[in-house]
């Protein structure tokens, strides 16, 4: 089984920054994609980026130059910087990490997320 636990949410007034962080833990040999996910009061969920073991990036248009996605292999754990933050960034934050097994099986895991809201 693997946890992946988050944290960094808060309030932010429009304009400022967070950082989140999500750690992977339990029967890991490797974990390829990472990601980060978010969900709008009354909205579903939506991808906000995403990183690959290599290091490449994807991200939504709606945060390309304000949110920057990286991620710690040594401590298996993905990182989102989010500046300029506006009020329709509020939602719940979800990570997730595809980690694969010692015999080869991957599997998707996600966080219990962490709630982000910007004031106007």
């Known amino acids: 089984q693997v946890q992946l636990v988050e944290s960094g949410g808060g309030l932010v007034q429009a304009g400022g920054s967070l950082r989140l962080s999500c750690t992977a833990s339990?029967?890991?040999?490797?974990?390829?994609?990472m990601g980060w996910y978010r969900r709008a009061p009354g909205k579903q969920r939506e991808l906000v980026a995403t990183?690959?073991?290599?290091?490449?990036?994807n991200y939504a248009d709606s945060v390309k130059g304000r949110f920057t996605i990286s991620r710690d292999n040594a401590k298996n754990t993905v990182y989102l910087q989010m500046n300029s933050l506006k009020p329709e960034d509020t939602a719940v934050y979800y990570c997730?990490?595809?980690?694969?097994?010692?015999?080869?099986?991957?599997?998707?895991?996600w966080g219990q997320g962490t709630q982000v809201t910007v004031s106007s």
């Open positions: 997730n990490a595809d980690t694969e097994r010692r015999n080869g099986v991957v599997s998707r895991y």
């Open positions: 339990g029967s890991i040999f490797s974990i390829n994609n």
């Open positions: 990183i690959i073991s290599g290091g490449s990036t």
